[in-house]
C-alpha cells in the first residue's frame, strides 16, 4: 500500500463532456497501472444536493428554451472580474473540498470542471504549499471560458493546437499547456472492422443523436429515410417517450430504422456508421474525431459549444447545418458524386489527434504524482475503501477465508443508478470478491411486462446483447484492477396481479441471453443449461423496505424447492425467517438500485475464488454465511463483519480479534 499513488479527479455533472472526461481518465489511469488508487468525485452533487439538481435542471431549460439569455451567462462568466470575486467564495464547496483533500491526501489532481481550480485557489490562498501537482483538462475547444484559467494551475490539457493557441493569446503561459487530445473512452483505440466505403455499399448508415428540438428531428429523420440507400440509427437516450414516439413513426421503414435508448456502445456506434448527426458538444465532436466519422451538427449551444463547430470548419471534417431543411441537404451533398464530399472529411478526420488522449493525459499523470509530494510523507488513515484494497487484489482459484459478495445488484440498463462501470468500481474499492449484474427483464406476455416495454425499468430486449457484451469487457477489468469476479445475470420478472402469482428470479453467472417469454420451470431449465444459478428473488414478505411482494415461487415450494439453487434468505434490510425455517439453500443480497443501497445483507462464502467454486458452494449451501454489511464500519473483514449468520447459528465478533466467539443457536 506504500507505494500506491492516489489520484483524486473532480468533476461536475454540468454537461456530460465533464464526467466522460473524467471517467475516461480514471480508466486509461487504472489501464497503465495496478499500483494507482484513483477516486472520481462530484462534490457539486454532496455539497449542495437538491439545489445542485435544480440547477442542471435549469441549466438544461435555458439552454435548450432561450439559448440568447445562456448566451449573456456564458458572457457573464468569462468575466475575470467576475469568476475571481464569485467562482472562489463557493464555501460549501470549498469546505468539502478541503475536507476530502486533507483526508485522502492525494499524489494529484485533476479537475475536468473549472470552478474547481478557483476552490483549490482558495483554500491555498494564504501561502499555503499546495502539496500535490493540478491538472485542469479542459473540455472545450477553441471558445474556451476565462473561468478554465484564471485561477492557478499547474498544467492545462487541451484537445488540439487551436485552443493551445488560443489560450496562449489570451495569457496562459505555453510552457503551461499541454496538447493531448480529448481524453475519449479507450474502446475508440482498440482494433474494429473497417467500414464498408459507402460508394458501394448496400446501405448508407448514419447515426442521428437526438439531444433536444426533438419536435423536429422526426420530420427531419423521415426525410432523411426517403433518401435512397440510407439506413439510421436514432439513439434517445433515456427518454423512453420519444423512443416509443420514434419507434412507431419509422416502423414503414423496416429494419431502416432501429430506435435505440440509452447506451454504453457510443464507440461501436460510432465507427460503424458513415455520419453522425448531432450537437457540437465537446465529448461528441472529439469522439467523432477518435472514430474517423464525419458529423453534422444540427445544434449549438452558445458560448462553449461554438468554438466545437468553428473546430469541424476549420478542420473540415464535417458541417453546420443553420436551419433543419439543410440536413438532408448536406447528406446527400456528402454521399453525392460517388460520396466525394465524405471522402474529403474522411481525408481532414485523418489529420486530427488520435484516440489515445486519455492514455497521454494517463501517462503524464502518473509521471509527474511524485513532482511536489514529500517521499518521507506517512501514509494517512483515510476510509474504509482504502482499507479494503489491502485484500482485492487475491487472485480467483486462490483459498480464502470468506468471500464477500452480492449477487442482485441493478444498472442503468434497467432501474439502476450506476452503469456497469461504475458499478464495478464502486464494488471493487469497498473490496467485494464476487458481484452479479442482475437487471430486470420483464415477461412479454404479462401486463407488467406489456407496460414496462413503455418505461426504462427493464432491460429491453433489442439491447440484451451489448449489455451482455458491457459485462463480457467489464469482467477482465474487474479482475485486472480489483482481484474481483463480475458475473452476467438478469432478474426474470413474472410478474401478475397479485402478490401470489407474480415472482422475481434470479439467472446468475449466465453465458447468454435467456428469452424472458417461457414458463417459471423452463427459464430454470435454460439457466442450468448455461451452468448458471437460479435464485428466488425476495420470496417471502418484505416489512422493512417498499415494494411489491413476490409470492408465486414461495406457495408453489412443492414445485419450485428441487430444482431452485437457493432462497433469498435476506433483502436489503428484510430478513426472511421462514427460508431458514424450512432449511431451504440460502443467500443474501442488496437489491443494489443506487449507493445507498450497499448498506444491506451480503453473502459470504468459504471457498476458492472463482467462479465454479462460488457457484458449487451455493448449491452445497455449506460454509454459506450471511452479513450486513455497512460501508462506513464494515472495513472489509470478511471474518469479523457486523452481524453474521452462518447455517443455523449467529455468530458475533470478538472485540478482539473481530473472529467469532459466541455460537448462538438460532
Known amino acids: 500500500m506504500a507505494g500506491m499513488k492516489k489520484i483524486l479527479i473532480l468533476s461536475a455533472g454540468f454537461g456530460e463532456g465533464h464526467n466522460a472526461a473524467a471517467r475516461n481518465i480514471r480508466d486509461a489511469i487504472q489501464h497503465l497501472s495496478i499500483d494507482a488508487r484513483v477516486e472520481v468525485v462530484d462534490l457539486f452533487e454532496s455539497s449542495y444536493g437538491s439545489v445542485n ?49 486533507q483526508q485522502f491526501q492525494p499524489d494529484y489532481v485533476v479537475s475536468t470542471y473549472p470552478a474547481y481550480s478557483h476552490a483549490v485557489q482558495q483554500i491555498y490562498r494564504d501561502h499555503k504549499e499546495r502539496p500535490f501537482p493540478f491538472l485542469t483538462v479542459i473540455t472545450d475547444s477553441i471558445s474556451v471560458n476565462s473561468a478554465w484559467f484564471r485561477a492557478s494551475s499547474d498544467y492545462f490539457a487541451v484537445a488540439n493546437q487551436l485552443t ?7 495569457g496562459v503561459e505555453r510552457n503551461k499547456i499541454k496538447v493531448f487530445g480529448f481524453p475519449v473512452s479507450l474502446e475508440f483505440s482498440e482494433p474494429h472492422e473497417a467500414l464498408e466505403d459507402p460508394n458501394t455499399a448496400h446501405l448508407r448508415k448514419i447515426l442521428y443523436i437526438i439531444h433536444s428540438g426533438k419536435k423536429k428531428s422526426g420530420k427531419t429523420i423521415e426525410e432523411l429515410l426517403e433518401l435512397p440507400r440510407m439506413s439510421l440509427t436514432i439513439a434517445v437516450g433515456k427518454d423512453t417517450e420519444m423512443k416509443h414516439k420514434m419507434t412507431a413513426r419509422t416502423a414503414e421503414y423496416g429494419k431502416r430504422a432501429h430506435v435505440i435508448g440509452w447506451t454504453n456502445e457510443m464507440p461501436h456506434l460510432m465507427r460503424s456508421h458513415h455520419l453522425v448527426i448531432g450537437k457540437a458538444g465537446g465529448a461528441t465532436v472529439q469522439e467523432c474525431i477518435a472514430a474517423g466519422t464525419p458529423l453534422i451538427v444540427n445544434q449549438i449551444i452558445p458560448g462553449q459549444e461554438e468554438g466545437n463547430a468553428t473546430l469541424i470548419e476549420k478542420c473540415g471534417f464535417g458541417a ?27 481525408k481532414n478526420l485523418a489529420k486530427q489527434e488520435s484516440s489515445r488522449g486519455a492514455l497521454r493525459i494517463a501517462e503524464f499523470i502518473l509521471s509527474h504524482s511524485d513532482e511536489t509530494r514529500p517521499s518521507a510523507e506517512p501514509e494517512p488513515p483515510f476510509s474504509i475503501r482504502e482499507k479494503s484494497m489491502e485484500r482485492v487484489l487475491q487472485t480467483p482459484g486462490t483459498p480464502t477465508n470468506m468471500l464477500l459478495c452480492d449477487f442482485h445488484i441493478h444498472s442503468t440498463y434497467s432501474d439502476g443508478k450506476l452503469s456497469i462501470p461504475e458499478i464495478v468500481d464502486f464494488y471493487g474499492q469497498l473490496g467485494f470478491d464476487c ?135 435476506a433483502n436489503r434490510n428484510n430478513i426472511f425467517t421462514p427460508v431458514g425455517l424450512k432449511q431451504l439453500r440460502f443467500i443474501a443480497n442488496s437489491d443494489f438500485h443506487k449507493p445507498k443501497h450497499i448498506n444491506s445483507w451480503k453473502t459470504l462464502l468459504q471457498c476458492e475464488k472463482e467462479n465454479a467454486a462460488i457457484k458449487e458452494c451455493i448449491q452445497i449451501n455449506k460454509n454459506v454465511a450471511i452479513t450486513f ?38
Request: one cysteine or more; proline letters at 4%; a neutral charge.
Open 53 to 101: 439538481s435544480f440547477i442542471k435542471k435549469a441549466h438544461l431549460s435555458v439552454v435548450r428554451y432561450a439559448p440568447l439569455v445562456w448566451r449573456g451567462i456564458y458572457a457573464m462568466l468569462d468575466s475575470s472580474e467576475w469568476v475571481n470575486r464569485n467562482l472562489g467564495t463557493m464555501n460549501r464547496l470549498n469546505d468539502e473540498l478541503s475536507n476530502l483533500l
Open 164 to 170: 493551445a493557441d488560443v489560450m496562449v493569446a489570451k
Open 320 to 346: 453546420i447545418a443553420d436551419k433543419r431543411k439543410e440536413i438532408v441537404q448536406l447528406v446527400e451533398t456528402a454521399f453525392d458524386n460517388k460520396a466525394q464530399g465524405w471522402r474529403h472529411w474522411k
Open 435 to 569: 458481484i452479479c449484474i442482475t437487471d430486470h427483464l420483464a415477461d412479454p406476455r404479462r401486463l407488467y411486462g406489456k407496460l414496462s416495454a413503455l418505461s426504462s425499468l427493464t432491460l429491453p430486449l433489442s439491447e440484451m446483447d451489448e449489455y451482455f457484451g458491457v459485462i463480457e469487457r467489464e469482467k477482465k477489468r474487474a479482475l485486472r484492477k480489483y482481484g474481483m469476479i463480475l458475473m452476467a445475470g438478469i432478474e426474470f420478472n413474472k410478474d401478475g396481479l397479485t402478490k401470489k402469482s407474480s415472482a422475481h428470479l434470479l439467472g446468475i453467472d449466465l453465458e447468454a441471453p435467456i428469452a424472458p417469454a417461457m414458463d417459471l420451470p423452463e427459464t430454470i431449465a435454460h439457466i442450468h443449461t448455461q451452468k448458471g444459478l437460479a435464485v428466488a428473488s425476495h420470496p417471502h414478505v418484505m416489512k422493512s423496505e417498499w415494494g411489491k411482494n413476490t409470492l408465486y415461487l414461495w406457495e408453489n415450494q412443492e414445485i419450485f424447492a428441487p430444482i431452485i439453487d437457493a432462497w433469498e434468505i
Open 629 to 666: 454489511f455497512h460501508e462506513q464500519s464494515h472495513f472489509g473483514n470478511r471474518d469479523g463483519a457486523n452481524k453474521v449468520i452462518f447455517g443455523d447459528a449467529l455468530l458475533t465478533p470478538s472485540p478482539r480479534n473481530g473472529l467469532p466467539m459466541k455460537l448462538i443457536q438460532a
